[in-house]
């Protein structure tokens, strides 16, 4: 029987993500050429939805003239990053950098100025000065009505959930309606993955399945899609943890740290002088001086605005809901800092879809930008940068080459499969504490410290719970069909990580890859990366070792 009741439509571009480096591949998609179809597919709301809505207050990595290089930037980064670090698309990011802000600038977004007209540029990174603040609450609005008047096609309210391939060559996507379950199919002549993370990854301390650092929606969609296309990735051993405000999760260190406030252990030890990293605050707080706060009361009154002012609009409205809640005024309580859940990310980490300076992966046509891809540490800097770099070359790429058409037996597969899970309204178990349990399964064997045995159970489980999704799931209707493709997606990313883990035999990257079993850090044997393939099945990974790019000749 072939199934055949679903709308196609075509793209030259088709945008997989609608945040930060999907919403600027778009715009620049159009600015390469106006004529071109650039569609996007996006879970959530493209003016709200991504991490920008979680709190911008700066642009991390900008090489100001005079200010800094993106020589030094490589240099600063390569400590960052242990090593890990591919040079040639980091130095990319920071030599469009400037250009980039710039840009933004010019379309309104706010970079505050002193009375000598000189931007505020933070030291936050081991080497030189790039972070510079932003205060921009409508940033996403701002970027999402500019795609929007410029033409660009946006289908809000619909995951991805399979990239289409006719033999070796890319063919579109399939998109699912998150509320209706309705499918929408795009061919495209190109494909840019902007999808994020996998924020949903450990389960966050606060118990709330989204009740997590980075944007709940991204459950690694990016990383899935592209691996089962044939893509490489790599960096998923880097299981991050940040440290940062209990229970709610959102930021705010480096705002109020650079502004004077004092951070301080349990045992009341001042730690803001040091200029603390995540990973010495992680180590504070596991070696029992934890929970370290942050404190405000000596600040005058000013600053205490200044800081409200960015926390309570640039940062996320909630912030002031959340400390009124819990009884605290910045002039006379603390605020408690604690470890996030862990989780996966190219912004943050080193996790994600191999690409290059062109943003190409190893599929012909099949691009990636923002945190689904590895321009290591690269943070909004690298989402807005390589969503430009994605977009100019999808535009070549577009327009040198044919649409291809479906494999309408791809087509017809998926759609089976969805009506299989469909007909599991008698299993007993609802997704959301099935998801509770994959998600605290992953704290237990996957979250730093990891050994071999952990590692073992981790994908153990993961193999059951492959089979549990089937055999155990209730699915009732497409709200819980599409929190089972999230889910499918979160198991996936916890076997790549797994295996990755197991496959760095060394420690590296403080606690982020901690290995009890094997303590010390190895430059000699694995300064290098570790890339997964897919294998005959999506459970069985392949790894490869594959070495650092660097800079050659006089950016060195
Ligand atoms: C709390 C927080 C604060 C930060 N602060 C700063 C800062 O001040 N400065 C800085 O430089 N960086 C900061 N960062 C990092 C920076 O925001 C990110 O690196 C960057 O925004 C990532 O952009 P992205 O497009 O890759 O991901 P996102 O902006 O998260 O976009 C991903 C999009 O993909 C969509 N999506 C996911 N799966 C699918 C699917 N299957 N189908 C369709 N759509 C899908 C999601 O709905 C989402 O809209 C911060 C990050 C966080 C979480």
Redesign the pocket.
Known sequence: MRITDYPVIDADILI????????MAAIRAKEMNPDQKVVI????E?KY????A????????VALPGVSTPELYVASNRIACEGIMDEPVNYRMAQRSWAMMKKLESWGVCFPVDENGEYEVLQVHPKGKF?VT?KEPELKTLLAKRAIDLGVSAINR????KLLKNGEQLAGAI?MNVRTGENILCRAKSVIL????T?RFGLPNNGNLYGV???P???G??YC?AYKAGAELSGFEYTLIYYIVKDIN??LLYITLTRGANLLTALDEHREKDHPSIKSMLLDHFKEKGPLRIRMSHLPENKIKEIEDILFTTERPVCERFYKGRGIDFRSGEIELWPTETFL????GLTGIRVNENAETCVPGLYA????SLVAR??????FVF?EIAAENASEYAAANEAVELDTDQVDDFMKAKQSRLSQSGNPIPVEEFEYKVRRIINDYIRPPKNEYKLNRALWWMDRFRRELATMVRVNDMHDLFKVYEVENIIQCATLSAVASNERKESRWGLWHYRSDYPDRDDQNWLKHIVLTIGDVPENVETAHKKIEKLEGEHQ
């Open positions: 997989i993500g609608g945040g930060s480096a999907g919403i597919f996006e879970k959530g493209i939805s991504g991490c920008i979680r709190g911008m207050d700066a642009l991390n990595i972070c932003m619909t995951m991805a959930v998109g902007c999808a994020g993370g924020a650092y980075d944007f929606g991204n459950t969609d990016g899609l959102a930021p990310c190219g912004g943050h930008a923002g945190d689904a690269g943070h909004l800097s690298g989402a969503g």
